[in-house]
């Protein structure tokens, strides 16, 4: 059973372009991260995902209903950019507030528990620092046990032990076989806590894999090793060869396929040492992927 399915979407705000027609199918279960620069569209995405943003065209579904049917329903928990929290009310109030508007909540301990809030149960939110406030809205996100979850840059403002808090929450949220679709600017997180990695760029989708198959897409691997002096003439020759970079005594050869690339390279009587093949950083995956689409 599809849990999103988003349908050529599209939405314009005056003359900005802000979605092109975007079409997404996320499967039960999947942790998605849609990745993007800033402006690429993803919190507008995620709006019309919640029902929040009216597509100018297209349609979204999840678990087959409209979003309003499916919010009602308390299919979704959603985590936004901004958000208010009653700073007079307790941290288990809130959380105990939002959970008694769902038909069937997580018990109230778990859900702090599981956004380790658990120490912090009786502070009033008005007193949290930003990354337990955030923490907070993470809680509100999955009291009611919602089958999909939408979040939308959780960790904008974190520190990295906030981070790394958080992605643990959010991994064991994931492991009941729940459905996570995330926005994140944070190539590593997208990397470390995602199935799948859809790249946004400009209002479309310019690339959807695995995070290795998006870092393969964008540039292969790179043969790296240290000449000793010997000349680098003939090197881009070699079979499988993309080009040749030649950076004092290292020479770099780029590459799809690196196992023909070494196994030519030992067959030229060059004395290889230092060998080395790098893949890309997903970084460098993803501004090349989305440069590629300007
Ligand atoms: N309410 C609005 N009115 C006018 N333009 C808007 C509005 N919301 C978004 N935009 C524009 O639409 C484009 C996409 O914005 P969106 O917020 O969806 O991108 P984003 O990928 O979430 O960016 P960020 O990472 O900075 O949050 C941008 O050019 C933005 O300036």
Do not use: C
């Given at each position: 059973?599809?849990?999103?399915?988003?349908?050529?979407?599209?939405?314009?705000?005056?003359?900005?372009?802000?979605?092109?027609?975007?079409?997404?199918?996320?499967?039960?279960?999947?942790?998605?991260?849609?990745?993007?620069?800033?402006?690429?569209?993803?919190?507008?995405?995620?709006?019309?995902?919640?029902?929040?943003?009216?597509?100018?065209?297209?349609?979204?579904?999840?678990?087959?209903?409209?979003?309003?049917?499916?919010?009602?329903?308390?299919?979704?928990?959603?985590?936004?950019?901004?958000?208010?929290?009653a700073?007079?009310?307790?941290?288990?109030?809130?959380?105990?507030?939002?959970?008694?508007?769902?038909?069937?909540?997580?018990?109230?301990?778990?859900?702090l528990?599981?956004?380790?809030?658990?120490?912090?149960?009786?502070?009033?939110?008005?007193?949290?620092?930003?990354?337990?406030?955030?923490?907070?809205?993470?809680?509100?996100?999955?009291?009611?046990?919602?089958?999909?979850?939408?979040?939308?840059?959780?960790?904008?403002?974190?520190?990295?032990?906030?981070?790394?808090?958080?992605?643990a929450?959010?991994?064991?949220?994931?492991?009941?076989g729940?459905?996570?679709?995330?926005a994140?600017?944070?190539?590593?997180?997208?990397?470390?806590?995602?199935d799948?990695?859809?790249?946004?760029?400009?209002?479309?989708?310019?690339?959807?894999?695995?995070?290795?198959?998006?870092k393969?897409?964008?540039?292969?691997?790179?043969?790296?090793?240290?000449?000793?002096?010997?000349?680098?003439?003939?090197?881009?020759?070699?079979?499988?060869?993309?080009?040749?970079?030649?950076?004092?005594?290292?020479?770099?050869?780029?590459?799809?396929?690196?196992?023909?690339?070494?196994a030519?390279?030992?067959?030229?009587?060059?004395?290889?040492?230092?060998?080395?093949?790098?893949?890309?950083a997903?970084?460098?995956?993803?501004l090349?992927?989305?440069?590629?689409?300007?």
């Open positions: 059973m599809e849990a999103i399915s988003v349908e050529g979407v599209a939405k314009s705000y005056g003359n900005v372009r802000a979605v092109e027609s975007l079409s997404l199918r996320v499967p039960a279960g999947q942790v998605v991260a849609v990745l993007g620069p800033n402006g690429a569209g993803k919190s507008t995405t995620v709006g019309m995902m919640l029902g929040l943003i009216e597509p100018d065209a297209g349609r979204v579904e999840v678990f087959g209903k409209t979003p309003a049917e499916a919010g009602a329903a308390g299919f979704v928990g959603a985590m936004l950019q901004n958000g208010e929290l700073p007079n009310l307790t941290v288990r109030e809130v959380v105990g507030f939002v959970r008694g508007l769902y038909p069937d909540p997580m018990p109230l301990d778990e859900v528990e599981l956004a380790d809030l658990t120490d912090l149960a009786k502070r009033r939110t008005g007193r949290l620092s930003g990354g337990q406030a955030q923490r907070v809205r993470f809680a509100m996100a999955i009291a009611g046990a919602p089958k999909v979850l939408v979040l939308d840059e959780p960790t904008a403002a974190l520190d990295v032990e906030s981070r790394r808090t958080f992605w929450g959010m991994r064991a949220y994931a492991a009941h729940r459905t996570i679709l995330f994140t600017h944070h190539l590593e997180e997208a990397d470390e806590n995602a799948r990695v859809v790249v946004v760029a400009r209002g479309r989708i310019v690339a959807d894999g695995t995070p290795a198959e998006i393969q897409r964008a540039g292969g691997r790179a043969v790296r090793f240290t000449l000793g002096g010997q000349p680098a003439a003939g090197l881009e020759r070699l079979p499988a060869v993309t080009t040749v970079e030649v950076d004092g005594d290292v020479a770099t050869l780029h590459t799809a396929d690196p196992d023909t690339v070494v030519a390279l030992y067959g030229t009587g060059l004395t290889v040492r230092d060998l080395e093949i790098t893949t890309p997903l970084e460098d995956a993803f090349s992927l989305t440069a590629a689409n300007r």
